[in-house]
């Protein structure tokens, strides 16, 4: 079992562009949880998926988008880039229904936008 | 809303020496706290939650609810605990959303 996985692994976009990141959770877990994380922060929770749809969300505007297909992997999407949404975005996976279970995550897509 | 303060960005003690790595939280609910850590080069990973009372690593913490802190402790440091720690709180109470503090770089000295 390869864990989370992520991709792409760097992006370069413009200000304004949109753009997708893909994640595919560790396997035998239902529920897939974004996180945005800035240079010299601790990671910023921007939603979560669970059965396909978006069971929490963190304080980020409806620029951030995401979605969960049935195999239970997960894409998060931001449209109109601005120059502050350069970060790391973390996916990371659980299992719900388990009680208190460990979230997984993985590499991370590092994301730059000039 | 719920916070998580870690005061030291940076913390550098020698091999062999007791380590304290500082937590503190804002939550007026019953939280459930966590330690991660991320290790160079590898990605982030849970060490320990309040929740299992365990050891790991030789690393403990004990969620002291009346000053609100979970600070992380290790009696004698080893080199290999040189890595990014970050304190994080689940408002949620089962995982559904982590709050992370700004995390405690530590490193171990020979």
């Known amino acids: 079992d390869a864990g989370v996985t992520q991709s792409p692994t760097h992006l370069i976009k413009t200000r304004g562009q949109q753009v997708t990141l893909r994640c595919s959770p560790k396997?035998?877990?239902?529920?897939v949880s974004w996180y945005q994380q800035a240079l010299g922060q601790g990671p910023q929770f921007i939603f979560q998926?669970?059965?396909?749809?978006?069971?929490q969300r963190g304080n980020f505007p409806d620029r951030f988008s995401g979605h969960q297909f049935p195999n239970y992997s997960s894409e998060l999407n931001v449209n109109a880039l601005l120059l502050g949404d350069s970060a790391l975005y973390l996916c990371?996976?659980?299992?719900?229904?388990?009680?208190?279970?460990?979230?997984?995550f993985g590499p991370g897509t590092r994301l730059t936008v000039t | 809303a719920q916070r998580v303060t870690q005061p030291e960005k940076l913390l550098s003690v020698f091999k062999g020496a007791p380590v304290e790595l500082k937590c503190n939280y804002s939550?007026?609910?019953?939280?459930?706290l966590f330690w991660y850590v991320q290790y160079s080069r590898q990605r982030l990973q849970l060490l320990l939650r309040?929740?299992s009372r365990e050891s790991i690593k030789g690393f403990t913490a004990d969620l002291n609810k009346g000053e609100t802190s979970f600070h992380l402790k290790k009696p004698f440091a080893q080199e290999e605990d040189s890595a990014m720690y970050y304190c994080?709180?689940?408002?949620?109470?089962?995982?559904?959303?982590?709050?992370f503090g700004k995390g405690t770089l530590l490193t171990v000295n020979p």
């Open positions: 998926y669970y059965e396909e749809e978006e069971r």
């Open positions: 994080a709180l689940d408002s949620g109470g089962s995982n559904y959303k982590l709050t």
């Open positions: 396997s035998g877990h239902d529920t």
């Open positions: 309040h929740i």
């Open positions: 939550y007026s609910g019953s939280p459930e």
């Open positions: 990371a996976s659980s299992l719900t229904g388990g009680g208190v279970t460990e979230q997984y």
